[in-house]
């Protein structure tokens, strides 16, 4: 089953900890019991494997045509052209089909099904990579949140912030450090409201790492349990922007010791191999500790989640595959190699 958003964290309490008094306080809100758990996971699946269906068309031919076909050495090459044309990686692409390819020789599988089922077990292992949970824990935690304009960064900070507070009833506030884009701060408003929590907001063209420093400042003074940070969507060819998104993990750092505690990197799926290039310079500007992949409902590109986990060793700790604040979930890298392979 995918995961749900109580596995998505390290809160430094038990899974269902507090659970009832959070549902009690939110009026039930989260569904109770096995069989509303087990619902909801299975709905959620139900939702990846939709939005994933651009990804699975492309590769669902090739899949069948290969692994319940004859076993040849064409076969491996058309497997490994399904694998490369849905962003999956050559290095990735590589050692799975040569791993898969070695034991059906040495006729440890037998059979399209286990083939098949082998498949999305050696890419579940691709892309499990460190922990993909957000870490919570501290008081306040900060989380800084960075990416290129475009890729759905700043709807990301509000979804996760709707999330915190009515899957685990936490408080949050949201700092606007991105003062370089007209409006951003207006929309990440919104979103606050939306969300049902605070937001710092500077004015335009303002130090962003004053915004943040107030942020931090007024979460502590007022008891705050997590801090989003948004900053510019920088471009990552320009290195005086990427020179101040150091600058502002570095004036967190003074106002918090271990802060940020979390920096996810929103990456947009539909621009795949582009998106891994991205997350390589913003890896080395921000320390980022995870990657947000979004817009998985519009690309036949998804397998770029495994190329990403791979080659950066970033775990994929939420995804985006549609609009709506449910859709945005926390990754479960079993789940996702199913949804992109499986008809099931």
Known sequence: MARDWSEAFITGESAHEGSDERDDARGGLRERG???????????????????????????????????????????ERLEEALIMADVGAGTTAEVVGQLEGEASAGELEGGQALSERLIELLAQTATVGDARIDIRAEPTVIMAVG??????????????????????????????????????????????????????????????AVAFDAIAQARANDIDVVIVDTAGRLHTQDDLMGELSKVRRVIARQLEGAPHET?????????????????????????????????????????????????????????????????????????????????
Do not use: Y
């Open 34 to 76: 096995a069989g509303g758990r087990a619902d909801k996971r299975g709905g959620l699946f139900r939702r990846l494997r939709e939005s994933m269906a651009k990804t699975r068309q492309a590769l669902g031919s090739e899949i069948q045509a290969t692994l319940f076909g004859v076993l040849d050495e064409h076969t491996w």
């Open 264 to 344: 996810l990197l929103t990456i947009d799926a539909t621009t795949g191999q582009n998106g891994l290039r991205q997350a390589k310079l913003f890896a080395q500007a921000a320390q980022v500790s995870g990657v947000v992949l979004t817009k998985l409902d519009g690309t036949a590109r998804g397998g770029i989640a495994l190329a990403i986990a791979r080659e950066l060793q970033l775990p994929v700790k939420l995804i985006g595959v549609g609009e709506s604040v449910e859709d945005l979930r926390p990754f479960d890298p079993r789940e996702f190699a199913r949804a992109l392979i499986s008809e099931e």
């Open 148 to 209: 290129v304009n475009g890729t759905g960064k700043t709807t990301t900070i509000g979804k996760l912030a709707w999330h915190l507070r009515e899957e685990l009833g936490r408080s949050v506030l949201l700092g606007a450090a991105d003062t370089f884009r007209a409006a951003a701060g207006e929309q990440l408003e919104g979103w606050a409201q939306r969300a049902g929590c605070e937001i710092v907001l500077g004015d335009e063209g303002a130090d962003p790492g």
